[in-house]
């Protein structure tokens, strides 16, 4: 048994490290010498070694590298990590501004915290009770893969929280970088050794970070600043985004010094001018600032599109520039059916890397800068990252170039391509047949909102078309339990689980069938307007784009795109092949033209008592009303339940009518 004398001195010497390592990192502002450092940090190896019971996970030894992992394990995080929307220049800032005034309703200007945009790799750090227990990447923002002993490798990540007011549970944000002067003292070792070495600072970071021996790791110059946090559990979060910066100063994170609070978009403005001067003589590579909207409750009134918040915006710095020729300009099929003009260039070297592809964006891009076969054009990394073409030398354009044009026909299934009226972005129509939107065309019919096929998940899908188990959607439909039975995380119980799940979603709903086609621009709702109004799918599909368009929230741009894919002789065979699968949905009856609630929107907020606020959004659309998620001039009615949230506090401002549940109730029962 070890004596509570020793234990006690244990963690004295705990104690004193953590206290070094955040005057050091932190503060950057050391208060003892390194060799009094190592002298306390060999006193703890000692006499842990003398006392293996006494060793914890949150000990300053425990920094040097664990066993090699075969591989990562994935970690789901508890609040999602979002990206940014970008600003490349003031237009682009002054208009992220104006947004946000207008969804506050401001009339002062609105308070941003700016902070310098780190060139290195997100992750999040989670801590309970104060003690470090997991690392995780951003990954996808959902879903990223456990780096736990790599980070604990990073001196400046604490092991054990500091200070008073602890939280239960805590994940901190951060982003990890390789300091530059470390970066080339590493590559010249490197280099020395015969090792491979790195192109940028950011490549290094995120090789690091990923390297299954964390020993590796331990010994790259990684550092890491934070700047947020995500799941808290046991504490309120302060009122303002630059609070919870100085709370995570308090709990020993090391916070970026340069962050700074403004009014105004002049004043972030003038803060990007200002790092655009420092950006060359810092310690690390930053590729731009971002502005947050300082007030907690300002950004959960303005909320999130997509992934990323309407609170903030990274605006980016001016990338660096080479010159070089295009060899070919090709169209690329994404797996939403975009087409994408990249051009094939000579390989040039720009900013830290070997560029021999750059995107054109969209065909009017292509058009607007005359880029052709042949050119000499300017290339840049937009934001540092994403090489594209910013335009054509055309006093060096040689004789007989041509103008590149769309293609009629999709170049990976021969399919139309569809452009909308003003649309940016063509498509291909064929989604359910086309090879380069097949994976995801499948995980959308199988998805929740559409066939519901409970356990067809993503990676399932996955390996399932790289396998070559399936092609297309109706194959699904012919899946035995031999072929899925072996897959990856898929065990016989498994399988026959999903095999039922299959058979189950061939009793669906029209309008389920229609947006599980996964037609362009075809939601949920405007499915069900569609199958209202026709009742039949063979009326839809005969429907031509005048006629679709007296359907109810049916614009040019839907019609045109509905259109078009039934045009396409494949996707009918699909739909065919669905049906003698056995797909099938009742009968339904067509909705009449002069409804009580037609051309009347409504939002729903707060808990209903008498009904479930989906039943009451039943009940309004089979009156013709139309049900929207946010409150605007154009909203009708806001129905308001116990506990109702902003959007009542936005229906009194705009002075739209407000209705109690019970109101509801008589409205629709007149």
């Known amino acids: 048994m070890v004596a509570e004398s020793v234990v006690v001195h244990v963690e004295k010497l705990k104690a004193k490290l953590r206290e070094y390592n955040y005057r050091y990192y932190v503060l950057e502002s050391p208060s003892v010498s390194d060799a009094e450092y190592d002298r306390i940090l060999c006193e703890l190896q000692n006499l842990e070694n003398k006392y293996p019971e006494l060793i914890a996970a949150d000990s300053p030894t425990q920094r040097v590298g664990a066993e090699p992992l075969k591989a990562f394990q994935e970690v789901q995080h508890k609040v999602p990590m979002l990206s940014l929307q970008n600003a490349f220049n003031e237009d682009e800032l002054i208009a992220f501004d104006k947004r946000v005034m207008e969804r506050l309703d401001l009339v002062d200007e609105a308070q941003y915290v700016c902070e310098p945009k780190f060139d290195g790799v997100s992750i999040s750090l989670r801590y309970e009770q104060g003690v470090l227990v997991q690392a995780a990447t951003r990954g996808d923002g959902a879903v990223g893969e456990d780096i736990t002993q790599n980070a604990k490798t990073i001196a400046a990540i604490?092991?054990?929280?500091?200070?008073?007011?602890?939280?239960?549970?805590?994940?901190?944000?951060?982003?990890?970088?390789?300091?530059?002067?470390?970066?080339?003292?590493?590559?010249?070792?490197?280099?020395?050794?015969?090792?491979?070495?790195?192109?940028?600072?950011?490549?290094?970071?995120?090789?690091?970070?990923?390297?299954?021996?964390?020993?590796?790791?331990?010994?790259?110059?990684?550092?890491?600043?934070?700047?947020?946090?995500?799941?808290?559990?046991?504490?309120?979060?302060?009122?303002?985004?630059?609070?919870?910066?100085?709370?995570?100063?308090?709990?020993?994170?090391?916070?970026?010094?340069?962050?700074?609070?403004?009014?105004?978009?002049?004043?972030?403005?003038?803060?990007?001018?200002?790092?655009?001067?420092?950006?060359?003589?810092?310690?690390?590579?930053?590729?731009?600032?971002?502005?947050?909207?300082?007030?907690?409750?300002?950004?959960?009134?303005?909320?999130?599109?997509?992934?990323?918040?309407?609170?903030?915006?990274?605006?980016?710095?001016?990338?660096?520039?080479?010159?070089?020729?295009?060899?070919?300009?090709?169209?690329?099929?994404?797996?939403?059916?975009?087409?994408?003009?990249?051009?094939?260039?000579?390989?040039?070297?720009?900013?830290g890397a070997t560029i021999s592809n750059a995107t054109l964006h969209n065909i009017d891009e292509v058009q607007r800068k005359d880029v052709r076969v042949g050119d000499t054009v300017v290339i840049r990394r937009a934001g540092d990252v994403i090489p594209e073409v910013v335009s054509a030398v055309v006093e060096q354009r040689p004789e007989g170039t041509r103008p590149v044009e769309l293609p009629k026909k999709c170049p990976v299934c021969g399919s139309d391509v569809v452009r909308g009226e003003d649309a940016a972005v063509a498509r291909c129509s064929g989604g359910l047949y086309c090879n380069a939107q097949r994976k995801e065309s499948i995980k959308h019919f199988a998805s929740k909102t559409a066939m519901d096929i409970d356990g067809l998940g993503d990676k399932i899908v996955e390996q399932l078309v790289d396998e070559k188990i399936i092609e297309h959607v109706p194959d699904l439909y012919k899946l035995e339990l031999s072929a899925i039975a072996n897959l990856e995380r898929m065990g016989e119980k498994s399988a026959q689980n999903l095999l039922v799940a299959i058979e189950e979603s061939k009793n669906t709903t029209l309008p389920k069938f229609l947006y599980a086609l996964g037609i362009r621009e075809i939601g949920i709702a405007t499915a069900k307007n569609l199958a209202q109004y026709y009742g039949e799918l063979e009326k839809i599909i005969a429907a031509n784009i005048e006629e679709l368009q007296e359907v109810p929230d049916v614009g040019p741009v839907v019609a045109l795109y509905l259109a078009a894919f039934f045009r396409q002789q494949h996707n009918l065979e699909m739909i065919d092949k669905l049906r003698q699968s056995g797909v099938h949905w009742p009968a339904i009856k067509v909705q009449s033209k002069d409804l009580p609630l037609s051309g009347k929107t409504f939002v729903l907020t707060g808990t209903l008592t008498q009904m479930t606020r989906e039943e009451a959004k039943e009940k309004l659309e089979a009156q013709g009303a139309k049900i929207t998620s946010s409150v605007s001039k154009n909203t009708s009615y806001v129905v308001v339940g116990s506990d109702p949230g902003s959007k009542y506090d936005k229906a009194q401002k705009l002075g739209v009518e407000i209705l109690s549940e019970d109101d509801l109730i008589e409205l629709l029962n007149p």
């Open 158 to 351: 604490p092991l054990h929280l500091r200070g008073d007011n602890i939280p239960e549970v805590v994940e901190v944000r951060g982003e990890v970088y390789i300091p530059l002067a470390g970066f080339e003292k590493y590559n010249i070792e490197a280099a020395k050794r015969g090792e491979k070495v790195f192109v940028n600072p950011r490549n290094a970071a995120s090789g690091s970070l990923r390297q299954l021996d964390s020993k590796i790791t331990a010994e790259r110059p990684l550092n890491i600043f934070c700047y947020a946090v995500g799941e808290l559990v046991g504490i309120d979060l302060p009122e303002s985004h630059y609070e919870i910066l100085q709370l995570l100063i308090h709990w020993g994170m090391r916070v970026n010094p340069d962050i700074k609070v403004v009014t105004g978009i002049t004043e972030c403005t003038q803060y990007y001018n200002e790092m655009m001067i420092k950006r060359n003589s810092l310690p690390y590579e930053i590729d731009g600032v971002v502005y947050k909207v300082n007030n907690l409750a300002q950004q959960q009134e303005l909320g999130f599109v997509s992934r990323a918040p309407r609170w903030a915006v990274a605006h980016k710095f001016p990338a660096q520039e080479e010159y070089t020729k295009v060899l070919a300009v090709e169209f690329q099929v994404g797996r939403t059916g975009a087409l994408t003009p990249v051009a094939r260039l000579e390989p040039v070297f720009v900013g």
